[in-house]
């Protein structure tokens, strides 16, 4: 690595300017705004049993609402539900089922 690679590797650019400063300067040697340091995060790990948890809701959730659109007549509700909603409450029970298994899946194998 060649000494200017190195050196745009260790400059990072003024949110002010847009010009490079060094990285172990507080303040921008152009416009002299103090340039925040910006340090990341690990990305988040996956809490174990979320998945299956989630899935567990999308379920309940499906199953809740099949069950109101199925029963919107005897309910008495001020607004007419659509009938596709039925179909899109099944799709959402289904999918909830196959995230419930992946997860199962994932926790088994892990
Ligand atoms: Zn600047």
Redo the contacts with the bound molecule.
């Keep these: 690595m060649s000494s200017f690679q190195q050196s745009i590797a260790s400059a990072r650019q003024?949110?002010?300017?847009?010009?490079p400063?060094p990285s172990n300067h507080p303040h921008?040697?152009?416009?002299?705004?103090v340039?925040p340091k910006v340090r990341l995060a690990p990305a988040p790990t996956a809490v174990k049993g979320s998945q299956i948890r989630r899935g567990f809701l999308y379920i309940l959730l499906g199953l809740i609402i099949h069950f109101v659109a199925l029963r919107s007549d005897s309910l008495n509700l001020p607004f007419s539900v659509n009938p596709a909603v039925s179909y899109l409450a099944a799709m959402l029970f289904l999918g909830g089922v196959g995230l419930a298994l992946y997860g199962l899946f994932t926790k088994v194998t892990a």
């Design positions: 003024c949110v002010f300017c847009g010009k400063v921008c040697p152009h416009c002299r705004e340039v």
